[in-house]
C-alpha cells in the first residue's frame, strides 16, 4: 500500500510522520485501490485526497491529525462538500490547518517528554560525527568500519566496505 505522508520535521525523523487522516462513519476507512486492470499487485493508497467519492471510492465525512506513531487526534474537521462540488480533493482548497495545528501539538508534548542527553555525551556524540564526517573523504572504509565495529561482524566475513550489510 502507498503511504503518504503530509507532514515531516528534521528532529523526530520518521518516528513522527504526520498527515490528515480520514474519517467516515466515525472510523478511519481501509485503503483504496487503484482499478489498473489484471495482476498481482494492486496499487492502493490511504492519502486523504483520495477519499472524493469518485472511482466508487468512499467520500470523506471528516479529517483529524494523525502520526505515524500511531497518535490520532482528537479533534474531527469536517469536509464542506458543498465548497468542493464534484472536483477531486487533490484539486480543492481543502484546509489542513486544523489537523497540522493538532500535529504540530502533538510534537510538542512528545518534546516535552523526552530525555536529554547529558551535556558531556550530546558534546562527544557531535565530536564523533564531526571525526567521521572529516575522515569519510579520506578513509570511507574506516567510516564503515566505525559504523559496524569488528565485534558485530558475522564469523567469515569482511569489513563493513567488502560486503552491502552490517548484522547489529
Not at 98 to 123: C, I, Q, T, Y
Amino acid at each position: 500500500m502507498l503511504v503518504e505522508w503530509d507532514w515531516w520535521t528534521v528532529g523526530f525523523g520518521d518516528a513522527h510522520v504526520g498527515a490528515a487522516g480520514v474519517l467516515i462513519g466515525g472510523g478511519e476507512p481501509g485503503p483504496v485501490y487503484f482499478d489498473v486492470g489484471s495482476g498481482p499487485d494492486v496499487p492502493s493508497t490511504s492519502h486523504w485526497s483520495a477519499y472524493d467519492g469518485r472511482h466508487r471510492w468512499p467520500r470523506a465525512e471528516a479529517l483529524r491529525a494523525m502520526c505515524v506513531c500511531g497518535w490520532r487526534g482528537a479533534a474531527e474537521y469536517p469536509l464542506d462538500w458543498a465548497a468542493v462540488g464534484d472536483r477531486p480533493l487533490y484539486e480543492a482548497d481543502v484546509d489542513l490547518t486544523g489537523p497540522l495545528a493538532d500535529w504540530n501539538a502533538h510534537l510538542s508534548l512528545v518534546r516535552d517528554k523526552a530525555a536529554l542527553l547529558p551535556e558531556p555525551l550530546s558534546a562527544l556524540l557531535v565530536e564523533v560525527a564531526e571525526r567521521l564526517t572529516a575522515t569519510a573523504g579520506r578513509r570511507p572504509a574506516h567510516c564503515a568500519a566505525a559504523a559496524c565495529p569488528p565485534r558485530r561482524w558475522p564469523p567469515g566475513s569482511g569489513p563493513p566496505a567488502t560486503r552491502p550489510w552490517c548484522s547489529f
